[in-house]
């Protein structure tokens, strides 16, 4: 458990409608519309968390208790800020609640503007979502305490890349994944640069059954994650080099500004498909590319997209394999590969050795 205390404070208006906050500061202006007390500090227990987390605001005799999701980015001594949203800000405790400031009692609002009153925030792991849903993580890992947060809450595990060495007693395989997700369990997949979430696409596709979160990643990889159609997946930057990868490479994550995706879309083949990453956190698959123009037409904010090319996409695939039957060691047609642009280093590899 993790527990924060803090103080009331007379500005307090708790008006906003989507986060609330306890916050370091020892004072507030009535601007601040989601802090709920400030001088928050942490009390015992500082750690990273992850994973379905239940988090109960507390003031005398007034006790509001909501779920959400840890944010192991976040670390105790700062802002705490609790988002209905999905957006994971490194002042971030926990994402996916369904209360904010502005849902809290009146009575306990004014309890809150006694800056004699104590405010306590306690975030408890649990062990399964109250929805009864599995989780996919997706997730790039890396040596620091975020990753071994994430590896802690994970249930089991899979490495899609076989280089990746992971220390967890729940190893699995792709199926096995699958079957423990369906099965309301939480699977860290340790991904690939070139083909997130590749050996649970039938997961991905069910969200219904299986919520998706990801870490250390990209978003528009994760987007990539819910493509069905196999092969690597290059990062492009912008939307003129998403189209220039397309002509190389099978698909092209990317992410902009919505009007610049729609447009995007209109530039590359009619054939294409995408799969956007929307706002309740889930990896959708859209049919084709002019069904998701019409539905960004009215969206704000970035988003992003997994485009998928027509047959001219297969010509480094086609090259990689004709240098094979040359004779060129595999080591050197990988290296030529990953010079191309938007192809990462395990992407190369993976069309290589794939």
Known sequence: MIQLRALGHENVRATHGKTFELTDDPSITPRATC????????????????????????VGDHVVTTTGVGNPLWRPGGRAVIRRNHNRFPDTAATGVDL???????????????????????????????????TIVLAMLADNSQSAA????ADFVVCEDP????????????????????AGRRVLVAATRGAPGASVIDALSRPDQVAVEWFGMPTALAAAAGCPVPGMTVLASSSAEAV?????????????????????????DTAAVASPVTAEGTVVWAPTAEHLAADW??????????????????????????????????????????????????????????
């Open 244 to 268: 220039d990868a397309l002509r190389v490479a099978p698909k092209v994550a990317f992410t902009g500004p919505a009007d610049k995706v729609v447009q995007l879309l209109k530039r590359v």
């Open 150 to 153: 994430e590896l802690a809450a």
């Open 297 to 354: 037409t009215t969206r704000r904010g970035p988003v992003s997209v997994c485009l998928v090319g027509s047959g001219s996409s297969t010509v480094v695939a086609e090259l990689v394999r004709g240098l094979l039957d040359a004779g060129l060691p595999p080591s050197a047609v990988a290296k030529a590969a990953a010079s191309l642009p938007g192809m990462s280093r395990n992407a190369a590899y993976k069309l290589v050795h794939g």
């Open 163 to 182: 280089e990746t060495r992971v220390d967890h007693p729940g190893i699995v395989s792709g199926p096995e994944a699958v079957a423990h997700a369906l």
């Open 100 to 134: 904010a400031a502005a849902d809290l009692p009146p009575d306990m609002v004014a309890a809150l503007r006694d800056p004699a009153a104590t405010v306590d925030l306690d975030i408890f792991p649990l062990d399964e979502r109250p929805d009864g849903r599995g």
């Open 35 to 58: 802090v709920l007390g400030v001088g928050a500090h942490p009390v015992g227990d500082v750690r990273a968390l992850a994973g379905p987390v239940s988090i109960t605001l507390g």
